[in-house]
């Protein structure tokens, strides 16, 4: 299997804006060194530069269009991304949808760019369709999970296990993860016994009292 | 009238986007100190918190929305625009279209924030219909003129001091900046003439060959 | 301040589907006159043609593109709407929401084919904005209320005195309507005692048991 | 290979608006009993109905929400464009785009309505990821060409031939339409020697002086 890959999406929390998007990512790159665990973090775009000059760890933007240099007043540039510092993105994250053209100009835009792509899901229809634009990972999140704190590895096992299979047979190159709800060192578990191979989670790190003490008891069960 | 207002799109524009985006700003900053007029400009997000590291001047972010702390995935949250080192903000540039309700709800979380907003505008309705809203400033660009090389200020006046007119009418503390086309100094002064307070500007100054010389053309009439 | 104008919205409500449509369409037209109080619907697209063949009652569209003939697959254009039997449409439902832009389009869209327009809006700044705009109606509705079957004319009374007043001040020509939880006579009272001169309204009469019923209900107080 | 399947797509010209709607699918009925192909149209929603009650050939809507009953205003609900008289919808046209879950909702609403349905698709990437969520058909369209006069067939004979062979990949009971400048005899025939299933035109026919006639013409070589 490997080791897992943890994706940890700061969302709009304020406990992960400005200075605290730099401390969250220390705790990150702390607990990352200990375990040899792959962790990144996605804050908000305007602090991709700050925690870039920081601290080092990967760093994921949160989303990108997929446009070029130009006429795109408000548009997320693959170009500005890399610059500040990431070297991936989540694209079509369920707060923030795309249109399937727009998905599909976004992952080409992420590949010319060289950045990691990591397309967001809904269930398993919708995982074999982003399977099949071939990025480095789709990330499987019921939205009705999101920040709930019930795991989907435990709610709905099925749409994992399911979404784990539908891209085996589209795509094996593709990577799986899952999110929605997972913050203890079980759903980790469980949702790498589903045959993920990393988890996209949120606010069970970024609000904890000590994200470090979050993170460590995340990984625990690998 | 007092001095107007100039505010730099730098757009998805290579020329503005990284380390570009810091020179541009030194160059503004440079012909605002020289000329006594209030020169801002507006990066990419990832490079807001880059510049305002480097050059002092105002800073806006080219999109906001009317998020507040909470599960935003992607969305552009007035804190972190501020703390990262804007002042302002540009909301529903025609590049950026948002929503009436969103449209209202970015202003009051610029407002809540203290950032300054401009609102972007299509016609002479459309400028009353903002105006009512209360922002400090609505920015008029017919869409297809924007990018055009051909100034608004001479290719449709009307619609100008149109807008200067109907904002008058609703909401008197509301200033007018205009934009499309505008990169020349004979530009600028039409657009003062008509009654604006300032430009929203772009292509003419960033992808200039000399930005500080493209930018002490613009200003040469005032 | 004459006749109050109720327009009952269908939304995608089963009862209000097919023929449905027109049954509860036949109860709007008894009622209405019954009472002399204008009462208007406003089905599903698909519906339009068919009520407007069986009923004789004014027939609004419940969303309205401001396109014109072209090249606009799946968009509402205002030729056809009006053609099929409509008489005026609902512009940015919370439900549909359009920009800015979109919604000045698609008014005068509807000035141009004759259609009367209805904006509708969330809160007292928007209402003022698109007052602006100088449709024939504003709705107000605030979005936590629609389907909550709490009415907007006793949760939330200051946001229709608010909105009447916002819209005397920008242009007393446009009238006013309010809506979200109302279904009983005495909230079309209130609603009217608060300055509005009228109601949208919705699952409060297309679910009832007798629609012609609750209905009759509605009206009693006016 | 089986007979070729012909989707006319009236998007919002004057000439397939209304009595217009109604003419235009009399020619289609007439070529298609005079030929046995079969050949449906797509007219704007408030036509449905209207075509329907005149002409017994299969309709599609342009556009379906993948709402059920409920709380959705201006949305396009599969069991109303089924009463009104359809067989079938077009999903995510160029034109009428919807992220990826709204295609999948949509799509799911079809089949619960036994609605046959038609995912557009601007390129080989995307139409593979639609016929990963199992449609009945996808319809490559290049979104460049679509109006240009230039069909497809001809100007990018590799994006049909790509987009067959990656359905025949993924699934190959998938149906696969192209689209976009098609409107000759010798366009359809290129089509289907690219090994597509049938095509989805519109200005072409819809804006021809005889439909009927252009029709004829464009199966003359089937």
């Known amino acids: 299997m490997g080791s897992p890959f943890i994706l940890l999406n700061y969302k709009t929390y304020n406990q992960g804006t400005g200075q605290g998007a730099v401390e969250i990512a220390r705790a990150c790159r702390a607990v990352s060194e200990e375990s040899g665990i792959e962790i990144a973090v996605a804050p908000q775009l305007p ?12 760093i ?4 990108m269009d997929g446009v070029g240099a130009g006429s795109f007043t408000g548009h997320v540039f693959g170009k500005c991304i890399k610059e500040a510092g990431a070297v991936g993105t989540l694209i079509n994250h369920s707060e923030r949808r795309l249109t399937l053209a727009e998905i599909e100009a976004s992952l080409k835009a992420a590949k010319e760019f060289g950045l990691r792509a990591v397309i967001c ?17 789709v990330a499987i999140e019921p939205p009705e999970l999101i920040g709930s704190g019930i795991p989907v590895s435990k709610a709905d096992p099925e749409v994992v296990s399911g979404s784990v299979e539908a ?16 913050s203890k060192g079980e759903d980790l578990r469980a949702a790498l016994d589903l045959g993920s191979q990393g988890v996209l989670l949120a606010s069970g790190i970024v609000k904890a009292a000590d994200p470090k003490a979050a993170l460590e008891d995340l990984i625990r069960l690998v």
Do not use: M, W
């Open 47 to 58: 602090d991709i530069y700050r925690v870039a000059s920081e601290v080092e760890l990967p």
């Open 60 to 63: 994921f933007s949160q989303h």
């Open 121 to 137: 899901t809904n269930n398993v229809p919708t995982t074999a369709a982003a399977a099949a634009l071939e990025p480095d990972y």
């Open 167 to 182: 891209v085996a047979k589209i795509n094996s190159g593709v990577k799986v993860l899952c999110g929605a709800g997972i």
